[in-house]
């Protein structure tokens, strides 16, 4: 069983930066693919950043430049660094693990907000 565990989010101005981090159990971390999803209120959840196994990294086009995703295999843990935050930036951040196997877990999500 593997359990995302995020933290890192809270209240910033627009401009600001946040570090999100997801870590969890489990001795193949480093197999794991790992997604970072953002759900704004009244709107559907939608993929932010994505890091693979293999190091494979892919942005949405509204965070690229700003965001960065890295992992830490040692850790278990992987970070979304969040730079030039915007108020469209404000949801609830999402870290979702899936396995070699093709199991998915999601974590319970960390809120950002970013103030105007």
């Known amino acids: 069983q593997v359990q995302p565990v995020e933290s890192g989010g809270g209240l910033v101005q627009a401009g600001g930066s946040l570090k999100l981090s997801c870590t969890a159990s489990?001795?193949?971390?480093?197999?794991?693919?790992i997604q970072w999803y953002r759900q704004a209120p009244e709107k559907q959840r939608d993929l932010v950043a994505s890091?693979?196994?293999?190091?494979?990294?892919n942005y949405a086009d509204s965070v690229r430049g700003r965001f960065t995703i890295s992992r830490d295999n040692a850790k278990n843990m992987v970070n979304l660094q969040m730079n030039t935050l915007t108020p469209e930036d404000t949801g609830v951040y999402y870290c979702r693990i899936r396995t070699p196997d093709r199991r998915v877990y999601w974590g319970q999500g960390t809120q950002v907000t970013v103030s105007s």
């Open positions: 890091i693979s196994s293999t190091y494979y990294i």
């Open positions: 489990g001795s193949n971390f480093r197999g794991n693919d």
